[in-house]
T-cell receptor, first 119, second 113 residues
């Protein structure tokens, strides 16, 4: 079975531009989460979507937005890019809503990320 | 979520067992203990999870202290492919189920051939 796929794998943008990152979850998974990982740090939670609705948001500015489509794939959008947005952006999927009774006992499946560089 | 404390790095030899410790002294009764690892240039990978009892799977074993204030991830026979950053994460039940995983800096495991 295919795992979580993310595209593109690498991206270079300049300050002020916007970017759209894409994620396809494992088939049957209804929850998609996004994380930002800067060099030398652990991933930091940005969003969780479940059944096409935003169900959680981390401490990120409004320049970050996301959506989930009827096929459960997801996009992460970042506007007005800053140098500090340079990072690895990770997508994770699972069947259930994370931290629900079921979700507590299920693993999150991560893609290999999109490496975003801002010049 | 409750905080975890892990050593920054550990070193072990190939084909020997590895014990990766995690302290979580403020754990609550409903927190699950999850371990993930991240190999170079890859996304995190689920390893194992538990609540109170010790757990085994094909990748590793998880030993949970009786008071649940600490746990140890055990790799029974390390290989070079086990070189990665290992994250110990507590996950608390939330009725809305909304939040994501809270990663710390993890333990950088180095395997010597």
């Amino acid at each position: 079975d295919a795992g979580v796929t993310q595209s593109p794998t690498h991206l270079i943008k300049t300050r002020g531009q916007h970017v759209t990152l894409r994620c396809s979850p494992i088939s049957g998974h209804k929850s998609v989460s996004w994380y930002q990982q800067v060099l030398g740090q652990g991933p930091q939670f940005i969003f969780q979507y479940y059944e096409k609705e935003e169900r959680g948001r981390g401490n990120f500015p409004d320049r970050f937005s996301a959506r989930q489509f009827p096929n459960y794939s997801s996009e992460l959008n970042v506007n007005a890019l800053l140098l500090g947005d340079s990072a690895l952006y990770l997508c994770a999927s699972s069947f259930a809503l994370m931290k629900s009774g079921t979700g507590l006992r299920q693993p999150q499946h991560f893609g290999d990320g999109t490496r975003l560089s801002i010049l | 979520d409750a905080k975890t404390t892990q050593p920054n790095s550990m070193e072990s030899n190939e084909e020997e067992p590895v014990h990766l410790p995690c302290n979580h002294s403020t754990i609550s009764g409903t927190d699950y203990i999850h371990w993930y690892r991240q190999l170079p240039s890859q996304g995190p990978e689920y390893v194992i999870h538990g609540l109170t009892s010790n757990v085994n799977n094909r990748m590793a074993s998880l030993a949970i202290a009786e008071d649940r204030k600490s746990s140890t991830l055990i790799l029974h026979r390390a290989t070079l492919r086990d070189a990665a950053v290992y994250y110990c994460i507590l996950i608390m039940y939330s009725g809305g189920g909304a939040d994501g995983l809270t990663f710390g800096k993890g333990t950088h495991l180095i395997i010597q051939p």
